[in-house]
């Protein structure tokens, strides 16, 4: 069984390559985390499903929490999908802070911010293929989250891309992931949801592609 790390031992791993996954809410992870770490929150066994799909069975991690308990049944459900889990942070992010680390914020733009600029970069969708069926964001690339570690490859280091999944959660982890490996990513706030809530286009795989402007009133969606 794993042993809680001190700050110490915890950042020395993380600094050689292992990588932190950070199972508190996506609330708590956006406002602060610590640099590097992958947004990846505990839902019990939707957790379970989403670690299969996520780690290949060997890989070494890291977890990250501030409740002693899910951490424990987090561990446990890390183990059963084969990862390794060499520890976790004794204290969690106050242990963090209070050694006077630097922590980082979510790169997060809201579906307004996205349709101003949507020439200026890529979108990733890492919803399942049933998912974007129902219409994605125009010029989205498909790319199911549990496809991301084999396909990080195909993305240029110079582009700025924007993760989109149905409300921002499993984006959260795809942006960070891409963070580690290099790449500018950006989490679209409220994922698909809150685009369409805001009035915006989608539109079915393999048909044309608007312009994201706003609908006109009465338009479906």
């Not at 050694?99 to 101003?116: D, F, I, M, Y």
Request: include cysteine; aromatic fraction near 6%; charged fraction near 20%.
């Amino acid at each position: 069984m794993p042993e809680p790390l001190s700050v110490e031992a915890f950042s020395r791993l993380a600094a050689d390559g292992v990588p932190i996954l950070d199972i508190r809410p996506l609330a708590a992870y956006r406002h602060s985390h610590v640099p590097g770490a992958l947004s990846l929150p505990y839902s019990g066994s939707g957790f379970l499903a989403q670690a299969k799909d996520l780690l290949s069975p060997g890989s070494r991690c890291l977890v990250l929490d501030d409740i002693p308990l899910l951490t424990s049944a987090a561990v446990a459900a890390l183990a059963e999908a084969g990862a390794v889990v060499l520890g976790w942070l004794e204290g969690g992010t106050r242990a963090w802070a209070d050694a006077g680390l630097t922590t980082a914020a979510l790169a997060e733009w809201t579906p307004a911010r996205l349709a101003a600029e949507l020439a200026q970069v890529e979108l990733i969708d890492v919803r399942e293929g049933w998912e974007v069926a129902s219409g994605l964001i125009p010029g989205s690339r498909h790319i199911p989250l549990a496809d991301l570690s084999d396909r990080v490859r195909e993305l240029s280091a110079d582009a700025t891309y924007v993760m989109v999944c149905r409300t921002g959660a499993r984006s959260s982890y795809a942006q960070s992931y891409l963070g580690r490996h290099g790449r500018r990513a950006i989490n679209l706030e409220g994922g698909i949801v809150a685009w369409q809530e805001a009035g915006y286009q989608v539109v079915t795989p393999g048909s044309e592609q608007p312009d994201g402007t706003r609908e006109e009133e009465g338009a479906e969606r």
